[in-house]
């Protein structure tokens, strides 16, 4: 049996692309260069059933394709069913269609697991004039951009402490943003999350706007001061306008199966393909193989 790496790009129903890297366990040699993508859709608001239909048909693809599932269910206790129900909680509870795609986000992130991931492919970010770092367990000051931040607005350098977020403790915040960065290792995940403080990416996770206040210690004193910043927010707000908003993330491999054995590995995998029609959205899958020309 070979493990098998490969990117899928599943069409749901709401016109959401999902981009995953499943790792399989097939006696298969390497194969790649495939992906199912739908046509773009207008802006639809997504209705209570058919966020759940999307969130049951990634759990059917995670339980066909997911080759560490078993190992993740007896050795970290993660298990699908259970993220399941969780999550159908959860996606009921969203209010926007960008609420429930970072709920999916989050729900892949539940497998702490690189090489299983999501993001969308949106422009949005939202920046502070100043980096921080985890540093044996502390997040603190890295770097300042002295041009958009002045010493007086800001008197602060490099070693002092951020200890609270919008007067939430340091680590509430940080575990609250790692609900979006699923990994394999604990620490990378905190670092990650804590360098998203000031630097919140919308493929991965909500963008901020408005005030934050951050609570600084300055170097190893007693002394904590807040200060109060303004979001510079970029890009485009994060909706349903296109049906390819999760892109692939995967690790590349050469492709040896003959053609025809993709076709057949593809049919019975992929054999329900979506033809939904809702208002004037219709999304149907396309089979790419390495040579555009090549189309199922």
Do not use: C
């Not at 190992?71 to 960008?98: C, M, P, R």
């Not at 540093?135 to 931040?149: A, E, P, T, Y």
Request: charged share 20%; no cysteine.
């Amino acid at each position: 049996m070979f493990r098998e790496f490969f990117g899928v790009m599943r069409s749901l129903s709401s016109g959401l692309t999902l981009s995953l890297t499943l790792s399989l366990m097939l006696s298969l040699t390497l194969i790649n260069g495939f992906s199912v993508r739908a046509s773009a859709s207008p802006s639809i608001t997504l209705t209570q059933e058919e966020k759940l239909s999307d969130l049951q048909q990634l759990v059917s693809m995670i339980k066909s394709g997911y080759g560490p599932l078993q190992y993740k269910k007896e050795n970290f206790s993660i298990d699908v069913d259970s993220l399941h129900s969780l999550y159908t909680a959860k996606v009921l509870q969203t209010q926007s269609n960008g609420e429930f795609y970072y709920s999916l986000i989050r729900f892949i992130a539940e497998f702490h697991d690189g090489h299983f991931s999501a993001s969308l492919p949106t422009t949005r970010m939202a920046s502070l004039p100043f980096d921080v770092d985890l540093v044996q367990g502390h997040v603190l000051i890295d770097k300042i951009n002295r041009d958009k931040l002045n010493e007086k607005n800001f008197p602060y350098a490099k070693g002092d402490e951020i200890v609270a977020v919008n007067g939430h403790p340091i680590g509430e915040v940080l575990k609250g943003l790692q609900t979006y960065r699923g990994l394999g290792f604990y620490l990378s995940e905190k670092r990650i999350t804590a360098m998203a403080l000031t630097t919140r990416n919308g493929m991965r996770m909500p963008v901020p706007s408005g005030e934050v206040v951050f609570s600084v210690r300055r170097g190893l004193s007693n002394v904590i001061d807040d200060v109060k910043l303004n979001w510079e927010v970029t890009g485009e707000a994060v909706d349903e306008e296109f049906s390819d908003l999760f892109r692939v993330t995967l690790d590349r491999a050469t492709p040896k199966m003959p053609i025809m054995m993709i076709f057949q590995y593809l049919i019975s995998k992929l054999s329900s393909k979506i033809h939904r029609s809702r208002n004037h959205f219709v999304a149907q899958e396309l089979l790419e193989l390495k040579d555009p020309n090549l189309r199922l």
